[in-house]
T-cell receptor
């Protein structure tokens, strides 16, 4: 399977703990995106990378969230000091650089903060 | 007012019917537009890119109306398998804004 993969698929953590998610994009895609989705809403943009450069970070992303893509391949999203409001599906997508920038999503990581 | 708005539905239509959804956006500088479908508890899957000239893929037709700032999706001869939530995405690369609508739920009944 050469699609976008995410790990883990599910994560349950206690409030205050740190969590890290991984995303492996489609191999030839140099753009990688992170989103958060809650029930009944569309995905909410968090950040995106072109190769290893983080080009944009949503103002909605608090200082507790950080993302990296050190070698321009896989990416990690870390949430520090998790809160119950962080419970959501975290989706990763990738695209080629250039029109039409069609994004392909991974299966997501479902985070539950207790 | 939300930057991207969709009628949440649900749209409940019989199999074989034609159904259309709109998605309005407020940023006139928006450059890229897409439709995704999302099944319950699954990731969004790309359905179509939306071009100024409109585009068609089988039973699906997407249109862009820049003057009125909306995109549309038309589904002809609807199938039971078309039941899903349909999400529009509006992107302004110059502003690095990627905004999904909240989705329109479609339910096709036999």
């Amino acid at each position: 399977d050469t699609g976008v993969s995410q790990d883990p698929r599910h994560k349950i953590t206690k409030r205050g703990q740190n969590v890290t998610f991984r995303c492996d994009p489609i191999s030839e895609h140099n753009r990688l995106y992170w989103y958060r989705q809650t029930l009944g809403q569309g995905p909410e943009f968090l950040t995106y990378f072109q190769n290893e450069a983080q080009l944009e970070k949503s103002r909605l992303l608090s200082d507790r969230f950080s993302a990296e893509r050190p070698k321009g391949s896989f990416s990690t999203l870390e949430i520090q000091r998790t809160e119950q409001g962080d419970s959501a599906m975290y989706l990763c997508a990738s695209s080629l650089e250039g029109e039409p920038y069609e994004q392909y999503f991974g299966p997501g990581t479902r985070l539950t903060v207790t | 007012r939300k930057e991207v708005e969709q009628d949440p539905g649900p749209f409940n239509v019989p199999e074989g019917a034609t159904v259309a959804f709109n998605c309005t956006y407020s940023n006139s500088a928006s450059q890229s537009f897409f439709w995704y479908r999302q099944d319950c508890r699954k990731e969004p899957k790309l359905l179509m890119s939306v071009y100024s000239s409109g585009n068609e893929d089988g039973r699906f037709t997407a249109q862009l109306n820049r003057a009125s700032q909306y995109i549309s999706l038309l589904i002809r001869d609807s199938k039971l398998s078309d039941s899903a939530t349909y999400l529009c995405v509006v992107i302004s690369w110059s502003a690095s804004k990627i905004i999904f609508g909240s989705g329109t739920r479609l339910s096709i009944r036999p």
